[in-house]
């Protein structure tokens, strides 16, 4: 084998010139002073026609330049008109990773341009051309003739049969440059078979992943709406910005337009959605534009400060479901838009933030005047190093100032300092002291004496001072038993505080849910919020006890609380209210990988009644998961309700195969008015390369003009083209 290398291919024919004696080696020389890109030749034999100028390498021929590779069986170069050509299993490694498997190549002498005949071409992502000839220009784009594209990997028992979807043209446009495919007259096959036309169709090469142009439309029907048709564009503005504009016409109304724009910055990052529509049938309760629209940004000011805003507004109540833009816009709260502007500092021992907040009740009974305002709501927290034996100083303090166009107006002011300290014996037991007084100022105005138990029960100032001492001990006991470990752990606290009684005279804004379970025995306070606090003098107890074995875990958890005397300012269906508190319980049980049963309970102390119960059942591996939940909650828990709450959900979630998956899941009410609630089924296929699914729901519930309905959601997803969307309501 004979080995040359030289700065370019006119060198390459400048040493065939001279080993041949030709009498151009001079000029070829000159022209290779200006290229700085050096070629590399290897090959079993070489020969040189110096009537005709062509030079000819055979026999494991490879040559390279500029990150490009050229293999064949036979190359040759002619040195009259530039042009290399090659044959016999001729292939084209691109810098980028590009592979061309051809059947004869001819190109020019930078192997840059020239045409190929008998084309297959894989790119970096694994995507694959195939074309009987093929040009290219200018380096890097790449007419092919009678072509075909697929990003699916193919057959391995049988590498010729069809892939699982292709496009196939009469031309195909493939720019390296712009990663971009263009399609002319192309067909959509499926396993071969076609099954959609387009006379034009462009989108990223795979390597792209951001690409001005149109997405994949989305289909459906609607009793309400009738046939809908959104064609979403997407826009690339620049490196770190985006638009999505998405028209969506009804047979049954007006066109509605979405659109979201999108943008991250230096130091922080920002996003805009909405949509917006001149409805057909506005009335009284429906306004004649009808739209939404969201904001949100954050901007990091240094190391220690940051800022945001995420504010949300519907111009009425049903909006958002009357037109099945939940999903659309990523909502995932039902009753409510909130909206919220903050400033946020952090360091190594404070957090302050200071918020403001606004809402918008979408429920049938909100109302737009009676809908708090929180401006602001400012907290900060600090807690000190640690001191003598180990104890820790803190401070909280919070300013909240609630505002409503009609009703109450409250606001409140606490600080409360705090110490800490903790203490482990050498016997293993866990002692905890903490001290606390809790300094609160109120002022109200407006309030609706009588509507609620919420409102303060007269206007003007209040206030409220609440010391507090705490003790807390536990004893984590462990024995093993060979590979089976057991843990017992009894634990108890006590809690030493003023009663300050029912607490009416001051407004209750945040504090209005309690629930009682062993996840919050043994809090400090365990309202929701800092309106309401639990006072006086109490005892809380509970057991702990945990089995590990190998694959087998079973745990559970009993606890129950003591009071001097009974606490006004909790719910009476509480369970917290009088001197000794319902008992919770919790019992898990996972006797294998493939089993786990978990049941929390509250029960009354005086009759044994149990009023709250949360049941789930989890049986089967990974890839046959069934799942089952129950929940009870007595009426007594919740006086507003006309009933208990009494509903059992299941649902399975199987994997067929490698690619095929199912799931379905129902919601039912076990109570007076028994029924499904909601219903859901899938099937879907995935690869790499294509989706296929079907989704089907039915919701029982419904209001105003979101009334109950069946959907249908048929899914198509095609790798490097998107998704499109079939769906039926």
């Not at 100083?393 to 300290?421: C, F, K, N």
């Not at 129950?630 to 009933?643: E, F, G, K, M, Y």
Request: charged share 25%; glycine share 8%; with cysteine.
């Amino acid at each position: 084998m004979r080995r040359l290398a030289a700065p370019s291919l006119t060198v390459l024919a400048l040493a065939f010139g001279l080993w041949a004696g030709t009498p151009d080696a001079a000029t070829a020389q000159g022209r290779a002073a200006s290229d700085n890109l050096p070629v590399l030749l290897t090959s079993d034999e070489m020969t040189s026609d110096e009537e005709l100028g062509v030079v000819t390498a055979s026999g494991n021929v490879e040559i390279a330049q500029g990150g490009r590779i050229l293999r064949a069986d036979t190359l040759t170069y002619n040195r009259r008109t530039g042009v290399v050509t090659a044959s016999g299993n001729v292939s084209v490694v691109e810098a980028s990773g590009e592979v061309a498997f051809a059947e004869y190549v001819e190109l020019t002498s930078d192997l840059r341009d020239g045409v190929m005949r008998n084309i297959r071409t894989m790119l970096a992502d694994q995507s694959r051309f195939a074309a009987v000839t093929a040009r290219r220009a200018d380096g890097s784009r790449t007419v092919m003739r009678r072509a075909t594209y697929s990003p699916c990997e193919p057959c391995e028992k049988d590498p010729t049969r069809a892939p699982i979807w292709q496009l196939r043209a009469s031309r195909i446009t493939h720019d390296a440059e712009q990663k971009e495919i263009v399609y002319d007259d192309a067909w959509m096959e499926i396993a071969g078979v076609p099954v959609f036309y387009t006379p034009y169709l462009s989108h990223p090469d795979g390597t792209e992943k951001r690409k001005s142009g149109f997405l994949p439309p989305d289909v459906s029907t609607s009793s309400r709406n009738g046939s809908m048709l959104a064609t979403p564009y997407y826009w690339t503005l620049g490196p770190s910005a985006d638009l999505t504009v998405t028209p969506i016409f009804m047979s049954n109304d007006n066109p509605l337009m979405a659109a979201e724009y999108r943008e991250r910055m230096r130091n922080g990052e920002m996003a805009f959605e909405g949509a917006i529509l001149r409805t057909k049938d506005g009335g009284e309760s429906i306004p004649d534009w009808r739209g939404f629209a969201r904001l949100s940004a954050n901007q990091d000011i240094n190391d220690n400060w940051r800022t945001g805003l995420d504010a949300s507004r519907a111009t009425d109540k049903t909006f958002i479901e009357r037109y099945k833009l939940r999903r659309r816009f990523s909502l995932i709260e039902q009753n409510t838009l909130e909206s919220r502007a903050f400033v946020e500092r952090f360091s190594d021992e404070t957090y302050l933030v200071a918020n403001l907040f606004a809402f918008q009740g979408l429920r049938p009974e909100d109302t737009l005047e009676r809908v708090p305002y929180a401006l602001p709501y400012a907290s900060f927290r600090w807690t000190g190093e640690p001191g003598v034996a180990g104890g820790r100083y803190g401070l909280d303090a919070d300013v909240m100032s609630i505002y409503r166009e009609t009703g109450q107006h409250a606001q409140r002011v606490s600080v409360t300092p705090t110490w800490r300290l903790p203490h482990t014996t050498r016997t293993g037991e866990i002692y905890t002291l903490s001290t606390s007084l809790r300094i609160d100022g109120f002022h109200t105005a407006d309030p609706e004496i009588g509507r609620d138990q919420f409102q303060a029960s007269s206007s003007g100032g209040a206030a409220r001072v609440l010391p507090q001492i705490a003790l807390s001990w536990q004893l984590p006991l462990v024995r093993k038993f060979g590979v089976v470990s057991s843990l017992i752990e009894p634990m108890t606290a006590v809690y030493l505080a003023p009663n300050l009684g029912s607490q009416r005279e001051f407004p209750n804004e945040d504090s209005r849910g309690l629930t009682f379970d062993d996840t919050n025995l043994f809090r400090l306070n365990r309202f929701t919020g800092s309106d309401r606090l639990e006072t006086g003098a109490r005892f809380v107890y509970g057991f702990n006890t945990r089995l590990n074995a190998p694959g087998q875990v079973y745990s559970a958890f009993v606890g129950h609380q003591l009071r001097m005397e009974d606490e006004q300012a909790v719910p009476s269906f509480s369970g917290l209210q009088k001197r000794s508190s319902d008992f919770v319980t919790r019992v898990s049980v996972q006797p294998h990988s493939m089993v786990e049963a978990t049941h929390r309970a509250q029960f009354r102390s005086e009759s044994g009644e149990m009023v709250r119960s949360l049941s789930t059942l989890t049986l089967g591996p990974s890839a046959l998961r069934f799942n089952v939940s129950h929940v009870r909650i007595d009426r007594s828990l919740q006086p507003t309700a006309n009933d208990s709450i009494n509903q059992v959900g299941t649902s399975i979630v199987a994997r067929l195969s490698e690619y095929w998956r199912t799931r379905a899941s129902i919601a039912r009410d076990l109570g007076n008015q028994s029924g499904t609630l909601l219903a859901t089924t899938a099937l879907i296929y995935e690869d790499d390369c294509f989706l296929w699914g079907l989704e089907g729901q039915r919701r029982n519930i419904g209001r105003a003009d979101i009334p109950p309905d069946t959907a249908l959601f048929f899914r198509f997803g095609f790798r490097n083209l998107g998704e499109l969307a079939l769906r039926g309501f």
